[in-house]
């Protein structure tokens, strides 16, 4: 059982929008403001969208943003794409003693 | 270009220890605040931490596997290696080695921004 609940599936069409939520507890996703996602194709490796809550690298697209209220992240894919079918995971600082918790994941997929 | 490459055996037996080395390019395990850990991911399921390394030494585990698990690195090969003691069914997963770069001095919560390709090992007798 992961540490971090996220809902199995997610679904929109092509142009809307779609939120995957991240819920931990206080020890974690409400403790800190270090929350990143991470995107994951059929046989990839992950790549990391969203680090410490809300902020892009370089190279993701605008389209993805992150939040946080209380112990809930969320995830917000705007203007869904093709491409933008894959699992998300979300992961967390939860303390020194254990500095990254994964959450269940969550497969979107673009109808 | 920083790249991670995973390698290890591909079946090992129940009650045998395992042993994977993550070998990288593109940085180097003696800077200040360059890390690497190991994330396992069962086949169709999440991932899950397993391990952490930083420049200084400084060894982090997974609080549910830290009895079976060391990580050590070599920096002169630019290697980390991870081994994990009696190896059951359950720890069939494909391995992943991936870096973290803690700027600003901090570690907390930073993301890992490179993935090795990962390496699946199967556990069965």
């Known amino acids: 059982q992961s540490a971090l609940t996220q809902p199995p599936s997610a679904s929109g069409s092509p142009g809307q929008s779609v939120t995957i939520s991240c819920t931990g507890t206080s020890s974690d996703v409400g403790g800190y403001n270090y929350v990143s996602w991470y995107q994951q194709h059929p046989g990839k490796a992950p790549k990391f969208m969203i680090y410490e809550v809300s902020k892009r690298p370089s190279g993701v697209p605008d389209r993805f943003s992150g939040s946080k209220s209380g112990n809930t992240a969320s995830l917000t894919v705007s203007g869904l794409q093709a491409e933008d079918e894959a699992d998300y995971y979300c992961s967390s600082y939860a303390g020194s003693n254990n500095p990254v918790v994964f959450g269940g994941g969550t497969k979107l997929t673009v109808l | 270009q920083i790249t991670l490459k995973e390698s290890g055996p591909t079946l090992v037996k129940p009650t045998q220890t395992l042993t994977l080395t993550c070998t990288f390019s593109?940085?180097?395990?003696?800077?200040?605040?360059?890390?690497v850990g190991w994330i396992r991911q069962p086949p169709g399921k999440a991932l899950e931490w397993l391990a952490l390394i930083y420049w200084n030494d400084d060894k982090r585990y997974s609080p549910s596997l830290k009895s079976r698990l060391t990580i050590t690195k070599d920096t002169s090969k630019n290697q980390v290696v991870l081994t994990m003691t009696n190896m059951d069914p359950v720890d069939t997963a494909t391995y992943y080695c991936?870096?973290?770069?803690?700027?600003?001095?901090?570690?907390?919560?930073?993301?890992?921004?490179?993935w090795g390709q990962g390496t699946l090992v199967t556990v069965s007798s």
């Open positions: 593109g940085f180097s395990l003696s800077t200040s605040g360059v890390g």
């Open positions: 991936a870096h973290r770069y803690c700027s600003g001095g901090s570690c907390y919560g930073v993301p890992f921004g490179y």
